[in-house]
């Protein structure tokens, strides 16, 4: 029997591997003017590392990791926790005391598979670590604003929230949880959970009773102190001056629990219920948690899969450019050894061409250059080798021209 991929997962065959690719280029050539520079960590961590860094009763903590060898090791669901860990374990902030660092990675989630949910995805994201300062927050934004409009995608929508402090959310958390004491039967079973374990996850419920529910509840931002509500303010501020437009959004909480203040998602109608794009925030304590000096730092990550649907539903994607240069027809043995010394010299000098590998007839051979879209070819016979010149065919008018030595062809390919 046929042996499938596992559920979740999903091939990337050669044409959808080169859209990647274009919008993997778009990316690094963002991060690059935006001065961020790359890392790259393991595939695996210490379990530990997410247990302590993303918070153990997290979604994505308690339910959905991958954990192997008597719960050791874990294949990384996120990269904010795995970079922070390498920052610290290599001294990062000896070198210079605002790290800006990108990665572009796949991913490791059990969660239940449906359009634009996968359990191994890819994200690309940022991490700016060593500012507290605003203007890096505003400065995270619009690039993660800056990056989406590269790939031409411009409909998408930017919700900002703060969540404050832990000593602010305490505050909240007594009233809001006094107020849905008073509906705990009547909320939703995950609220119901949360009341207990999380309570501000209870504000990114999608179930409508919970909503309604939610409708009078106390409001976060209501027990922020003015420094809080302040700095939300000079960002929001800042990013008017330059142009980028937001929604404010209060129940914006996000599923991690190393957010402090500054929460952000940028979100698309044209992805139906997996609507979130590219996702954010400020985590200034999660470098202490882990480990090292008390440090501030705010990323984002978003969601490639999810970019590139959305690129393919808008035509944004490039058409396909395998096409060949050349082909060499080649015919019996002698001719087979000529065409591929002819080939290796060609594509020594870059030129992108083929030969037959299949030993097909001469016809055949044609209807394959003609297949892979070859601009020019080239067939092998006697009277090539003997004169070590060849006749350099044009498929679209069918001129042809009698050229020797590699550099000639290669000068009339490129004509
Ligand atoms: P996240 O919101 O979990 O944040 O993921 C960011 C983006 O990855 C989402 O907006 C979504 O587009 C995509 N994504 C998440 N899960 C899946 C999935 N199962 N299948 C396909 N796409 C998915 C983080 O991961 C944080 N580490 C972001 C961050 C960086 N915060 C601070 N720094």
Avoid at 87 to 113: A, D, G, H, V
Avoid at 243 to 266: H, P
Avoid at 314 to 319: A, C, S, T, Y
Wanted: proline fraction near 4%; glycine fraction near 6%.
């Amino acid at each position: 029997m046929l042996i499938q991929k596992p559920k979740g997962t999903y091939d990337l065959l050669p044409e959808k591997a080169r859209q990647r690719y274009f919008l993997e280029t778009k990316v690094r050539e963002n991060f690059e003017i935006y001065n961020f520079s790359e890392i790259r960590t393991p595939t695996f961590e210490k379990t530990e590392l997410f247990k302590r860094g993303i918070g153990e009763e997290t979604d994505i903590v308690s339910k959905e990791m991958y954990t192997f060898k008597n719960d050791e090791f874990t294949l990384k669901p996120e990269m904010t926790a795995p970079v922070i860990r390498a920052y610290i374990e290599n001294n990062l902030n000896n070198e210079s005391p605002l790290q800006k660092l990108f990665y572009i990675t796949n991913m490791f989630r059990r969660e239940r598979p449906q359009a634009g949910r996968f359990r191994e995805f890819s994200q690309f994201g940022a991490e700016s670590i060593g500012s507290n300062d605003p203007y890096c927050d505003a400065e995270m934004i619009i690039l993660a604003d800056s990056i989406i409009r590269s790939f031409g995608i411009d409909d998408s929508i930017i919700k900002l929230n703060t969540i404050g402090t832990a000593a602010e959310r305490d505050v909240f958390f007594v009233e809001f949880k006094n107020y849905l004491s008073n509906y705990l039967n009547e909320l939703s079973p995950d609220s119901q959970r949360r009341f207990v374990i999380n309570p501000l996850r209870i504000l990114d419920t999608k179930n409508p009773g919970d909503l309604k529910i939610l409708k009078d509840a106390p409001v976060l931002y209501n027990f922020l102190n003015d420094e809080t509500k302040g700095n939300f303010e000079k960002i929001l501020d800042i990013l008017t001056v330059n142009g980028i437009e937001f929604e404010t959004d209060n129940r914006l909480v996000r599923g991690f629990d190393y957010y402090t203040s500054t929460t952000f998602e940028f979100i698309s109608d044209a992805l139906g219920a997996q609507n979130a794009l590219l996702g954010g925030g400020r985590y200034d304590l999660l470098i202490q948690q882990l480990g090292g000096k008390p440090t501030p730092a705010i990323g984002f990550a978003a969601g490639i899969e999810r970019l590139l649907m959305i690129m393919e539903s808008k035509e944004l994607l490039p058409d396909n450019n395998d096409e060949l240069k050349l082909f060499i027809v080649s015919m019996g043995e002698e001719s087979k050894k000529f065409s591929f010394k002819m080939l290796e010299n060609l594509r020594n000098i870059g030129v992108k061409c083929e030969t037959d590998f299949l030993n097909r007839s001469v016809k055949s051979q044609m209807k394959e250059a003609n297949r892979s879209k070859a601009e020019f070819v080239i067939v092998i016979g006697d009277e090539e080798i003997k004169s070590n010149s060849v006749k350099l065919k044009k498929m679209s008018d069918g001129s042809e021209v009698t050229v020797s030595g590699f550099e000639n062809i290669k000068f009339f390919l490129d004509k």
